[in-house]
């Protein structure tokens, strides 16, 4: 199947006997507004670095700035949980 996004699979795998994999705290946060339920996968998966990447231009920008922060500590937060 093909989406135009991503952020559509929930919504369709809830209504469906379809399956997806998405990372644990996507499906957490997916949980409150889609009937969905998490399995453990039955196999090993490697770990992954999610990266994020902001022109050269904008990087001093007190937005861009704060975007980087926000997810940096969010992404902190999860990982000590």
Not at 18 to 45: C, D, F, N, W, Y
Not at 52 to 72: D, G, P, Q, V
Request: glycine share 2%; with cysteine; charged share 20%.
């Amino acid at each position: 199947m093909h989406l135009p996004s991503v952020l559509a699979a929930p919504f369709i795998v809830a209504s469906t006997d379809m399956v997806m994999t998405i990372p644990r705290r996507a499906a957490q946060i997916l949980g409150k507004s889609v009937p969905i339920v998490m399995h453990p996968l039955p196999l090993e998966v490697a770990p992954y670095r999610l990266k994020a990447f902001c022109h050269a231009k904008r990087f001093n920008e007190s937005a861009c700035k704060w975007m980087r922060e926000t997810i940096l500590r969010v992404m902190t937060d999860e990982e000590a949980r």
